[in-house]
């Protein structure tokens, strides 16, 4: 027998059971192995039915990932579940943990399903840009409908045991141990002599649909408004509407070759990509096996902002409790009716409850007093951006907290090394840099310190992947990765409207490329305020360097969306901003005053022009180790400033438009300009030079020294 498959037999049932750690994804061995199993119980006249169950702490996850992209082994995964649904005698599925893509498809194929009531299920293909390519967009619909199937298909989101019992997706939920549940079902099976009932056989869920499809288009435009630039969501509704639009076979074989056909698009590529790259992120090359993360049973916050509050959130959402710390009551009281107030979003969106409203406030204690942090555990500071007032914080923190607490700051520009120096256990001190707004984007930049501990590190990545973050280890430098990135970037976008374009122009050129906002609209809605503010009292060097035009407008009072202007004006009631042509004389008036002589832009430059630089800045950041590999970068990206995932991230992207092409182009507008910072970094240079791109430094050591 396989080493990854087994069979027993418990009188007249089978249990085939699947170990092949960590989630049981159906790889070559997996499939040959189970394809084997099924056909030496078919004709085993002792065995009346079977169950197919999987070891460890799941039912499988689905296809093995790293498989695709690969020539295909048989039996491929469609050809193994086809050969499971034909079997002449009843197959049980029993599922634990995440039935997954192919996992969940592999259970579709059984004819009866049960699970555990913590177990989930769900087919979220299309979140690596793929559809269900194993039967799931023929064989759900057949099973809850096509309406509904094409909810679950399109997002990508799990379904409970107990919704997926309602729906009709599982034939009994458990509480106890599944197996022994799915062993039971299948005796009574066996010894009522209950015959396979297959999904490929019934259309009795189509009918409906068949006659008038008005509603399931309606639900498939709702799904895909905000799949912008995606490919996947409309492939994954086109193939649910071959369920009832083509025989079963006929679909199958469409559902088939759309998923080859996007299995070898940029797009798929760039979301695999992201899957694993999200999971190196948080991985550190030089920590210790067995390094455990200290205890995090209560979190203290340091200030009420909009930070502090967005970030106090995350922890009352999974049960930690939080004591934030404000400098009056006033601004406390401001701070939990802000936070309240998000939370009633929730509820008036039917998303939460106000019983669970309650109960997450109740997780919340305010004070004004530091010294009531002696407690806690971890203690993340939000203050204003000053080095002074951050350094007298640790002071005071440092004098306070037990010991063992981690001392954690959401700074995102500055040195962590010099906070941790105004304490005397620098060790216990790094960065948590959390991304607006805080209790939405999933990103977490984790600023590891000369002297942080590898338990405070670990501490600190254990508990991002508890409140549900993305964390990314990165080192410290002025603005860490994804601030230092975008001040690249910023450096040209008020060039750029000086050059010639317009803000209007330059946020289309963003969103087309897959932004959800454009620069400008993005600093409208931020506050202007705020860059101006800093670049008055730390420098211009502060905040994406100089800005004529959006200093200008602060001047003239407009500071963005709350003061109905900015860059562009917001009329009560509308939606995004109009172009304003006073904007347009200052921009005129202002390269008039450099002497810069204005010339069309096309987008295709806007795009090069923000993009390049960034990934010769993202270059830079490799060869000083503040990155440990272009993969983390692409991570910070996605999911801390909204790049379009299906490109993968700027360092993703810069492979696949070619590194030779970007250090051109860079020089091109270095020449262009009379800018040399628009030079390609040293490690651009060479990689292109070689014919390389930044993922061929997979496994290699990066950094100069
Ligand atoms: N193939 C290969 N490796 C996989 C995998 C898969 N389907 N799913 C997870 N892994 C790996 C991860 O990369 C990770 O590896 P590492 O330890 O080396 O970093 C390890 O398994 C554990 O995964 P997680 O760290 O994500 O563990 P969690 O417990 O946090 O999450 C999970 C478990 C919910 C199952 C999560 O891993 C997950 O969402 N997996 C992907 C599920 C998925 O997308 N399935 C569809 C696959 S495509 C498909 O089936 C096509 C078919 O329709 C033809």
Redesign the pocket.
Known sequence: MSDVVSVRKDGEVAVVTIDNP??N???HAVRSGVYEAMAGLRDDADVKAVVLACAG??F?????????GKPPQPPA??ELINAVEDMPKPVVAAMH??A??????LALGCHYRVADSKARV????V??G?????G?TQRLPRLIGPEEALKIIVS?D?VGADKALKLGIVDEVTDGDVNEAALELARRLAADGTGPVRLSDRDDKLQAVKADDTAFNETAGKLTARARGLEAPHACVEAVRWSFELPFEEGLTKEREK?MELVAGDQSKAQRHI??AE??AS?VSDMPKGTTPREVKTVGVIGAGTMGGGISMNFANVGIPVTIVETSQEALDRGFATIEKNYRISVSRGRMSEEELKVRMSRLTGTTDMSDLADADFIIEAVFEEMDIKKDIFGKLDAIAKPGAVLASNTSYLDIDEIAAATNRPGSVLGTHFFSPANVMRLMEIVRGEKTDFDVLATAIDLG?KIRKVPVVVGVCFGFVGNRMLKARQLQTEQLLLEGATPQQVDKAITDFGFPMGPFAMGDLAGLDIGWRIRKHVGADAEGGRAEIADALCEMGRFGQKTGRGFYIYEKGARGGTPDPEVEALIVETAKRFGIERREIGSEEIVERLIYPMISEGAKILEEGIAQRSGDIDVVWIYGYGFPIWRGGPMFYADQVGLAHIRDRLDFYAEQTGNDALRPAPLLQKLADEGAGFASLAGKKVRAA
């Open positions: 960590p989630v994804a159906l790889g702490r799941t499988s996850a689905g296809a093995d990932i790293t498989e695709f995964l469609f943990g995440t997954l893509g192919g996992g969940f498809e769900g087919l979220p293909e979140k690596l793929l559809l269900p390519g194993a799931g990508g799990f998923f899957f694993f999971r190196e991985k992947r």
